[in-house]
């Protein structure tokens, strides 16, 4: 299934895309439900997504929220200006779109790195937000430090990221990608061979088009849906640790006084000492000790919970809408 065929009950439920144009005149491209009287629901992605990423709960959504789901900086049809590409430049564009778009408090949603930028605007930005929903942002494991190395999200995305912007010989990155990831290993060589083969001729025959297997599972195409329209200096940003310029992730969190829920999903260290997973079990304790008025929410998915458990992701959601 494509996220094309996903998105079609999302317009039959009114959903329509716009665009913001920041006071700097950087483009903020969002998209947003009918119901302008219930209460206000901002949505942010997490990293090489957009918007429709939310495409399995968004229907659901408009029944309770007026919700705006944004394309971040960087990702989708939003602006691709590099200086931005850091927690506290992002968040405070959305201080500007909440209070001049929106019009007021929400309740507001990220995922991922979406989830910092969340936690970072709620505490920065505490007269503009009613709660937060944190899903499974990474605190702790992808700022700088000794850990960083040790995620699966730097061996996986951000070193290979970093090799493929310093050489010449591949221009494609989701080619280069799909050559170097982590999780080839638990393809095996003759698996991954079959599936690069097939995204050489599916890039040459399909331009401009995603790339999609048709023999694997969504949890896999989900990953490439929109990759050609993420800006790979964001995650420069990530690697060499200037997206979390001032941003210290304990401070932040210990400022954060609305309610949260914060979703924490399976988590395992290899063998390797790898966290294959954004947060461990310790990272989701500690982070949720220091916040004020913050709940854990477990779920029994990979990371993307809205796409692969959506019932669990709304229930989640609906412990602060009540």
């Given at each position: 299934?494509s996220?094309k065929?996903?998105?079609?009950?999302?317009?039959?439920t009114?959903?329509?895309?716009?665009?913001?144009l920041?006071?700097?005149?950087d483009?903020?491209?969002?998209?947003?439900s009918t119901?302008?009287a219930?209460?206000?629901?901002?949505l942010?992605?997490?990293?090489t997504?957009?918007w429709?990423?939310?495409?399995k709960?968004?229907?659901a959504?408009?029944a309770?929220?007026h919700v705006?789901a944004?394309?971040?900086?960087?990702h989708?049809k939003?602006?691709?200006?590099?200086?931005k590409y850091k927690a506290k430049a992002?968040?405070?564009d959305i201080a500007?779109?909440?209070?001049?778009?929106?019009?007021?408090?929400?309740?507001i949603?990220?995922?991922?790195?979406?989830?910092?930028?969340?936690?970072?605007f709620?505490?920065?930005y505490?007269?503009?937000?009613?709660g937060?929903?944190?899903?499974d942002?990474?605190f702790?494991?992808t700022?700088?430090?000794?850990?960083?190395?040790?995620?699966?999200?730097?061996?996986?995305t951000?070193?290979p990221?970093?090799?493929?912007?310093?050489?010449?010989?591949?221009?494609?990155?989701?080619?280069?990608?799909l050559?170097?990831a982590?999780?080839?290993k638990?393809?095996?060589?003759k698996?991954m061979t079959?599936?690069i083969?097939?995204?050489?001729?599916?890039r040459?025959?399909?331009?401009?088009k995603?790339l999609n297997f048709?023999f694997?599972?969504?949890s896999?195409n989900?990953?490439?849906w929109?990759?050609?329209?993420y800006?790979l200096?964001f995650?420069q940003?990530f690697?060499?640790?200037?997206w979390?310029e001032d941003?210290?992730?304990s401070?932040t969190?210990?400022?954060?006084?609305?309610?949260v829920?914060?979703?924490?999903?399976k988590?395992?260290?290899?063998?390797?000492?790898?966290?294959?997973?954004?947060?461990?079990?310790?990272?989701?304790?500690?982070a949720?000790?220091?916040?004020?008025?913050s709940t854990?929410?477990?779920?029994d998915?990979?990371?993307d919970?809205?796409?692969e458990?959506?019932?669990?992701?709304?229930?989640?959601?609906?412990?602060?809408?009540?």
């Amino acid at each position: 299934m494509s996220y094309k065929n996903l998105m079609r009950p999302v317009w039959k439920t009114g959903y329509t895309e716009k665009a913001a144009l920041l006071p700097d005149g950087d483009k903020l491209a969002y998209a947003e439900s009918t119901d302008t009287a219930l209460e206000p629901l901002l949505l942010i992605h997490g990293q090489t997504g957009a918007w429709k990423d939310y495409a399995k709960v968004l229907p659901a959504m408009a029944a309770k929220f007026h919700v705006f789901a944004i394309d971040c900086h960087g990702h989708g049809k939003s602006c691709k200006n590099a200086e931005k590409y850091k927690a506290k430049a992002i968040a405070a564009d959305i201080a500007w779109f909440v209070e001049h778009v929106i019009g007021g408090p929400v309740i507001i949603s990220g995922h991922s790195s979406g989830g910092l930028i969340a936690a970072y605007f709620a505490a920065h930005y505490t007269e503009l937000t009613k709660g937060a929903l944190l899903e499974d942002p990474p605190f702790f494991s992808t700022e700088p430090g000794d850990r960083w190395e040790y995620s699966f999200a730097y061996i996986d995305t951000y070193e290979p990221m970093h090799r493929f912007l310093n050489q010449t010989e591949e221009s494609d990155w989701v080619l280069f990608y799909l050559k170097n990831a982590a999780w080839g290993k638990f393809v095996g060589e003759k698996g991954m061979t079959k599936m690069i083969r097939y995204a050489e001729k599916y890039r040459t025959n399909n331009p401009g088009k995603p790339l999609n297997f048709f023999f694997l599972p969504d949890s896999i195409n989900h990953m490439f849906w929109f990759l050609d329209e993420y800006d790979l200096r964001f995650g420069q940003a990530f690697y060499d640790g200037s997206w979390f310029e001032d941003f210290d992730q304990s401070e932040t969190l210990s400022h954060i006084t609305c309610p949260v829920v914060l979703i924490h999903t399976k988590w395992a260290i290899d063998e390797n000492g790898i966290l294959m997973a954004a947060m461990s079990g310790e990272d989701a304790e500690r982070a949720n000790s220091l916040m004020k008025n913050s709940t854990i929410f477990n779920i029994d998915s990979g990371h993307d919970t809205h796409f692969e458990q959506p019932k669990e992701f709304l229930a989640a959601l609906d412990l602060l809408s009540h």
